[in-house]
T-cell receptor
């Protein structure tokens, strides 16, 4: 298996633009997580899905952020409109059957909002 | 919700020495405590975890201890090597969420 796949790896955009980050979890994994990592705030869990259903989105910073998982092999994290303070590395991770199973992280998307 | 504090924020040791990183958590219902290692520019990777029904777990040079009464858990690395240099994160799973510590930057000097 190729592991968790994220695209793009790097994204540079201007303030106010819409940004869409993509993730393909490991095949057969029921859980998918979106994290954000910054120097100031460290690693934060934004939202996670179980069998494509959002379970906890309490970490989503504000309404500008939204996440979807239309099927078991694809998820998106969208920021609209983007702001400079959204600049961070966004990681997607997946785990087999429980939040307490080993989470495998993707390579991350480095987002820079100018 | 859960709140996790991690200490120290930086740790420098000589190769061969031991390193200890400590975390405290606030939610007594937390039942799962993973530790992640993140090398510079790379993704976090799980190195060891412990569940609330266990007090200690070991995997070669790495061990984790859990004190549920005091609500703290620790990562112990023995015989440190330069390749252990990385940022280490602890985490605690509450009812529905996972909270991470701020991270410890470990440097192992050869």
């Amino acid at each position: 298996d190729a592991g968790v796949i994220q695209s793009p790896r790097h994204e540079v955009t201007e303030m106010g633009q819409e940004v869409t980050l993509r993730c393909k979890p490991i095949s057969g994994h029921d859980y998918l997580f979106w994290y954000r990592q910054t120097m100031m705030r460290g690693l934060e869990l934004l939202i996670y899905f179980n069998n494509n259903v959002p379970i906890d989105d309490s970490g989503m910073p504000e309404d500008r952020f939204s996440a979807k998982m239309p099927n078991a092999s694809f998820s998106t994290l969208k920021i609209q409109p983007s702001e400079p303070r959204d600049s961070a590395v966004y990681f997607c991770a997946s785990s087999f059957q429980a939040i307490t199973d080993t989470q495998y992280f993707g390579p991350g998307t480095r987002l820079t909002v100018l | 919700g859960e709140n996790v504090e991690q200490h120290p924020s930086t740790l420098s040791v000589q190769e061969g020495d031991s390193a200890v990183i400590k975390c405290t958590y606030s939610d007594s219902a937390s039942n799962y405590f993973p530790w992640y290692k993140q090398e510079l520019g790379k993704r976090p990777q799980l190195i060891i975890d412990i569940r609330s029904n266990v007090g200690e777990k070991k995997d070669q040079r790495i061990a984790v201890t859990l004190n549920k009464t005091a609500k703290h858990f620790s990562l112990h690395i023995t015989e440190t090597q330069p390749e252990d240099s990385a940022v280490y994160f602890c985490a605690a799973k509450g009812n529905n969420d996972m909270r991470f510590g701020a991270g410890t930057r470990l440097t192992v000097k050869p």
